[in-house]
């Protein structure tokens, strides 16, 4: 797989900007430039975001010219709409495969797709898909991944850096250009290789923490994700536990 890396200074949301890109008239971009004209997979990448999006109504916290805001736009049209957490697998498992060449030891994913050392978060994934009946047509994968900023001031639970754990700066476009190889080699696992990949990473598989849903708060441990993303827990009566996103929430300490 071939990217084509556009790099900007600033805009307000790197995944706002790739659909923006995309929607775009043809005569406003330069000839191929388009995705489609070639198997080339566009990527942005901000010095700084204005408005970086997080889940759900989060904003994305990411200091100036330190870390890596960037968005992949794929086309996984061999993807149909009920397999579109192989994406999350690939991109989640390409991470954490990624930050730990780059110096850091033990990556975990926090289901469905944050990047966790220990109890703290590394790096967040926004992933926007446009369906096109049932098959997903273009995916923007916005990924923030925190590289050499020292400090966080906003109230972002628990995050960290590369540079807060290996205690050096690192390259951040050799550590794009090696995920993005990570991720070319991910796409291309075979589903059950991809998914025991995503698995056996999963964070909280072993002893029991505290979780909640909307019936209160509970303990259990991190049993399996189904193959359409919903996760599996076992809680502490023996009941295995399935929930879609949203419906479920890991509890940290801080
Ligand atoms: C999360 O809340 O965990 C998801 C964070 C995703 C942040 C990235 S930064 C690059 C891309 N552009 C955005 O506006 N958000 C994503």
Known sequence: MEFKVIHIDETDSTNRWL??????????????S?????????????????????CGENSWESERGK?????????????????????????????CET???????????KWPNDIY?????????LIENMLWGRI???????????????????????????IQLTGKETDREALLQAFLKALSEAKEME?????????????????????????GGFEAKVLDVLDDGRLVLLDAEGKARIYSFKEVAFIIEN
Do not use: W
């Open 67 to 95: 870390n890596l805001t960037f968005s992949v736009l794929l086309h996984p049209t061999e993807i149909s709409a009920n397999c579109q957490f192989r994406i999350s697998e690939a991109v989640s498992v390409a991470l």
């Open 34 to 54: 388009y995705p489609e004209s070639g198997e080339q997979a566009v990527v942005v990448v901000a010095e700084y975001q204005t408005a970086g999006k997080g």
């Open 117 to 125: 050392v220990g109890d703290r978060k590394i790096c967040g994934i």
């Open 99 to 109: 930050i730990e060449r780059f110096g850091v030891p033990k990556t975990s994913i």
């Open 191 to 215: 589903p059950e290789a991809l998914g025991e990949a995503y698995r056996s990473r999963l964070y909280r598989k072993v002893g029991m923490y505290p979780f909640r849903d909307s019936k």
């Open 19 to 32: 659909r923006a890109y995309m929607q775009a008239p043809r005569p406003l971009v330069p000839e191929g």
């Open 136 to 162: 997903i047509d273009e995916s923007i994968v916005g990924i923030g991944l925190n590289v050499n900023q020292k400090a966080f001031l906003s109230d972002a639970p628990n995050p960290v850096s590369i």
